[in-house]
């Protein structure tokens, strides 16, 4: 399974931004899709997750809850992370994975495959 984010950039505080996480090769074998982001000198951490394997759930860093929603196109292979008063503080490299489990969504270690990281930059 190979993963494609994109949609990063620069934005003011206050503003919106849609990463996009676009999964080919075996992608049946996911149930799961999860972002997570690394600002610098911190460690990465978990921000939002989708399974949709029995039923579809969706899972949220408490610093995000409210202001980011993540969503899937099934027909295109895409889960997407909708992000709406962006803050300073979420600026980071952000990174889609993908996982063939739906336990520990929050969990990095558990994911299997995973993107290329793209940069949001939120100026204050």
């Known amino acids: 399974v190979q993963l494609q984010a994109f949609g990063g950039g620069l934005v003011q505080a206050g503003g919106s931004l849609r990463l996009s996480c676009v999964a080919s090769?075996?992608?049946?074998?996911?149930?799961?899709t999860g972002w997570f982001r690394q600002a610098p000198g911190q460690e990465r951490e978990f921000v939002a997750a989708?399974?949709?394997?029995?039923?579809?759930?969706?899972y949220y860093a408490d610093s995000v809850k409210g202001r980011f929603t993540i969503s899937r196109d099934n027909a295109k292979n895409t889960v997407y992370l909708q992000m709406n008063s962006l803050k300073a503080e979420d600026t980071a490299v952000y990174y889609c994975?993908?996982?063939?489990?739906?336990?520990?969504?929050?969990?990095?270690?558990?994911?299997?495959?995973w993107g290329q990281g793209t940069q949001v930059t939120v100026s204050s």
């Open positions: 989708i399974r949709w394997w029995n039923g579809i759930s969706t």
């Open positions: 090769g075996r992608t049946s074998s996911t149930h799961a």
């Open positions: 994975a993908a996982k063939n489990t739906i336990v520990q969504m929050t969990t990095q270690a558990t994911y299997n495959y």
